[in-house]
């Protein structure tokens, strides 16, 4: 079962415009993971957050935790061609020892 | 350093026959991982490898597929026999430890399709 949900499921805007991406869950955690996949590709680590952070930041993203509402978001600022891709979340539950992934936001800049 | 390593890149099979996946993980990693990522989805862990060691591989369907990682260094994932529910593409990852918070590097994936 997939435990993290994004939403929206696709997301199309202009280039230079702020992308945000909702991620929520059902299970307590230890850490929430976000990937991005560019198509055809495999995924690639962007950012991790810890269950007792609740804003982490990396260049252009910004992540931001709130566990009482056992929901993330990511903010991609100032988007970019380069950013088209789909973004998953991952989490990790307590004592689960592994990621489970939601289903994706696929994100489309155009330029 | 060179990434994860998978072939072939692609598959087409029909349903009932045999299929193999591998994957060599970045140097020194101990940790390796199978995901299936059915079209739409979000990958699913099929199985998890410390070394040579199975960690969970408790979403594998174990009736038609299995894995080794014999020496503790590259993997092999087999379908035996494949269905058509089966196409997907299978992922191979790695990271340097077991920690789940570790970052998991990923190959560019095996695409199947089963007929």
């Known amino acids: 079962s997939q435990q993290g949900e994004e939403d929206p499921q696709a997301l199309s805007i202009q280039e230079g415009e702020n992308a945000t991406m909702n991620c929520s869950y059902k299970?307590?955690?230890?850490?929430l993971q976000w990937y991005r996949q560019n198509s055809g590709r495999g995924l690639v680590h962007l950012i991790l957050?810890?269950?007792?952070?609740r804003e982490k930041h990396s260049g252009r993203l910004r992540v931001t935790l709130d566990t009482s509402k056992k929901s993330s978001s990511l903010l991609i600022t100032a988007s970019r061609a380069a950013d088209t891709a789909s973004y998953f979340c991952?989490?990790?539950?307590?004592?689960?020892?592994?990621?489970?992934f939601g289903q994706g936001t696929r994100l489309t800049i155009n330029p | 350093e060179a990434g994860v390593a998978q072939s072939p890149r692609y598959k087409i099979i029909e349903k009932r026959q045999s299929v193999a996946f591998w994957c060599n993980p970045i140097?020194?990693?101990?940790?390796l991982y199978w995901y299936q990522q059915i079209l739409g989805q979000g990958p699913k862990l099929l199985i998890q490898?410390?070394?040579?060691?199975?960690?969970?591989d408790s979403q594998l369907p174990k009736d038609r597929f299995s894995a080794e990682r014999l020496k503790g260094v590259d993997s092999t994932l087999k379908i035996q026999p494949a269905k058509l529910e089966d196409s997907a593409v299978y992922l191979c990852?790695?990271?340097?430890?077991?920690?789940?918070?570790?970052?998991?590097?990923f190959g560019p994936g095996t695409r199947l399709l089963v007929l």
């Open positions: 990852a790695s990271s340097l430890l077991r920690d789940v918070s570790e970052t998991q590097y």
């Open positions: 299970t307590s955690i230890n850490n």
């Open positions: 957050i810890r269950s007792n952070e």
């Open positions: 991952a989490t990790d539950a307590w004592g689960a020892q592994k990621l489970v």
């Open positions: 140097s020194g990693h101990a940790t």
């Open positions: 490898f410390q070394n040579n060691g199975v960690v969970d």
